[in-house]
């Protein structure tokens, strides 16, 4: 045991190359953008006070945001990823739109019911604001430079394995081998994958093998996550995962695919290889950390 | 920067990953073990419970001077349409609250408040059959509200 809790800390904590986190956290910061950008926040404003929930971050903020509020910072979080992407101040800059991020989202979801759309990108993302990324021109591989793309790793495991330890905490294993997924499918499918939803329910094993999948997924996540060579892997199959959600049930999942993609795919890549890259930086010695990295 | 100077920072580096990356691990799952819901903290609970055939659910209707009963419709968008989820609390609130909170759902799905009676918050029970199709089973009023 203290030689695996070893093993894990080495793999945490060492030096890891500069670009790898600007490539991390640029492309989460593409993301919060993405999302600022393509939801229109003035719908906050309309909702009634006393409608608005407040079991949320922004409970201390009283009564409803008015419409300009919510343009001014929807305005302030996307400057603030553009100064990510230019590398101007992106400490900064990526605090701010976190937090303008975070602020949106909890006032859209401050209706009465949970939302998980935006939970993904912004648990992800908190490690990140710790993270020291490298001034304009500084190279090189540092344990600044390393830790915090994995810590959002870890993160991101985390998140997949206790959604698929609820559903086991809850329901059990006849979450997956009982008619639970084919009475969602009946129950929750769009009209334009009505004929679709309809054939998946009407036989039990493939029914029961979505069922399966999502939960293995979900349980199996820390060690796809861990083996640098299957992240991609969990990647594609986060992307099948939640699309096949989105087509039959209509439910937007877009944040964590993208979410995954942001941090999964990057660092799928060997440490000595930049996302980017036209040609490849030259290889460090190989090293069991550096491996994992 | 001098090796002590260097080593001494990737030290302290190293704390803080353990430190940041430890206690975010850490309150995910203390708050997914304790059902928390306090956004963006959540207990993960997507799609955690089983489906049967057979569902419940809530719904506003607004009474006219003439007995005419006309659903309640919220608009469509996600933040207004998710306001339905306080249904469930609507016949525990106090008067005054079940009375603000009904007035502002007909004024957001365009019915005047004044030309309504009362408005009921129904639960209907569902049944859905192999082939999707649903049929309602049951209707009981649960709450009656003068706006």
């Known amino acids: 045991m203290r030689g695996l809790v070893a093993r894990v800390d080495g793999a ?66 996307i400057a603030a990823v553009v100064a990510v992407v230019a590398r101007r101040r992106p400490r900064v800059a990526f605090l701010v739109a976190w937090l303008v991020y975070v602020a949106l989202c909890a006032w859209w979801g401050a209706s009465g019911k949970v939302m998980h759309n935006d939970v993904l990108t912004v648990t992800v993302a908190f490690p990140l604001l710790f993270a020291r990324p490298p001034a304009r021109g500084e190279t090189g591989s540092t344990v600044a430079w390393g830790w915090p793309p994995r810590a959002a790793l870890v993160v991101m495991a985390s998140v997949y394995f206790l959604t698929g330890l609820q559903k086991l905490r809850h329901s059990g294993l006849h979450w997956v081998f009982g008619d639970n997924m084919a009475w969602i499918l009946r129950q929750g499918a769009v009209d334009r994958a009505a004929g679709l939803a309809s054939f998946v329910a009407d036989h039990a094993w493939l029914a029961q093998g979505m069922a399966g999948g999502a ?17 991609a892997l969990f990647a594609a199959a986060a992307l099948l995962m ?18 995954v993609a942001a941090v999964a795919v990057p660092m799928s890549l060997r440490a000595d290889r930049p996302l980017f890259a036209r040609s490849r930086v030259p290889s460090p010695a190989a090293s069991p950390a550096r491996e994992l990295a | 920067m001098s090796t002590t100077t260097f080593d001494a920072a990737e030290s302290a580096q190293r704390r803080v990953a353990r430190r940041v990356t430890v206690g975010t691990v850490v309150v995910l799952l203390l708050v997914a073990l304790s059902g928390l819901e306090a956004w963006p903290l959540t207990s ?7 489906r049967t055939g057979t569902s419940v659910g809530l719904q506003l209707q607004a009474v006219g001077p003439d007995g005419t009963r006309t659903p309640v419709r919220v608009p469509a968008n996600q933040v207004m349409s998710t306001t339905t989820h306080q249904f469930a ?38 049944s859905t059959d192999p082939t999707g199709v649903s049929h309602v089973v049951g209707s009981e009023v649960v709450t009656v509200v003068r706006p």
């Open chain 1, 12 to 77: 945490l904590t060492a030096p890891g190359p500069w670009f790898r986190l600007v490539e991390v956290q640029t492309l989460l910061a593409l993301v919060i953008g993405w999302r600022l950008l393509t939801r229109d926040w003035t719908l906050i404003a309309d909702r009634p006070a006393v409608l608005t929930q407040h079991l949320n971050v922004m409970a201390w903020y009283p009564g409803a945001p008015p419409a300009w509020l919510l343009v001014a910072l929807q305005v302030l979080g």
């Open chain 1, 242 to 259: 939640h699309s096949s959600i989105w087509l039959l049930l209509g439910i937007d999942y877009s944040p964590w695919i993208l979410t």
């Open chain 2, 44 to 50: 993960f609970r997507l799609f955690s419970t089983v």
């Open chain 2, 89 to 126: 609390h609507l016949a525990h609130a106090r008067p005054e609250v079940q009375r603000a909170k009904v007035r502002a759902w007909l004024s957001t799905a365009g019915i005047d408040p004044a030309a309504v009676t009362e408005v009921e918050l129904v639960r209907t029970t569902r």
């Open chain 1, 215 to 231: 939960l293995a997924l979900e349980l199996t996540a820390p060690l796809w996550l861990a083996i640098r060579r299957t992240r």
